[in-house]
C-alpha cells in the first residue's frame, strides 16, 4: 500500500466536502457543516483564497485531507502555519497516513520559516489527543479559545 501526499487542485472539492462530512459526524456536529461542495471549490481554490488543501491517498484513492493557512505571531515576529483540519477515514487509520499528513505539514512549516505550527483538538477526542502527543505536541491550556459566529457576530458588528 503506497500512501502519498499532494496539493490539492479544485477537482478535490467534492472529495474534501466528503471528508469535511465524515469528520462533523464523527465530531457530532453535522448539522454545523453549512458548506456545500461549491462553497470550498470557490473558497479554497480561488486565488485571493488564505486557505490550502492537501489530500492524503493511499494506492491513487483520496483517504484524507488537511486544510491551512498561516497566521502571524506578533511576538516571534514571524508568521505560523495553522491546520484547520486534519482528517483520515476511519477504515484507513492505522496505516500511518495521519502521521505522514502532520509531518509533511511540519516540513511545509519549516521550509516556510514558520515560527510555530498549531492546531485545536475536542477536549473529548483523546484518540487525537494521544496521536498529537505521540509526536510531540504539546496542549496549550494556558489560552482560550473565543469566538464570535452567526448572529453574534452580526450583532456585535451592527451594535
Known sequence: MTITIRKAVAT???SIHGFIVELAIYEEAEHEVKAKMADIESS???AESPAKALICESNGVPIGFAVYFYNYSTW??????????????????????GKLLLRHLAQLAVEEGCGRFEWSVLDWNQPAID????????????????????????????A
Open 12 to 14: 478535490d472539492a467534492a
Open 44 to 46: 479554497i481554490f480561488s
Open 76 to 97: 516571534q515576529g514571524k508568521k505560523g502555519l495553522y491546520l484547520e483540519d486534519l482528517y483520515i477515514s476511519p477504515k484507513h487509520r492505522g496505516l500511518g497516513a
Open 131 to 158: 496521536f498529537y502527543q505521540s509526536v510531540g505536541a504539546k496542549p496549550q491550556s494556558e489560552w482560550v479559545k473565543y469566538r464570535l459566529a452567526g448572529d453574534d457576530l452580526l450583532n456585535f458588528a451592527n
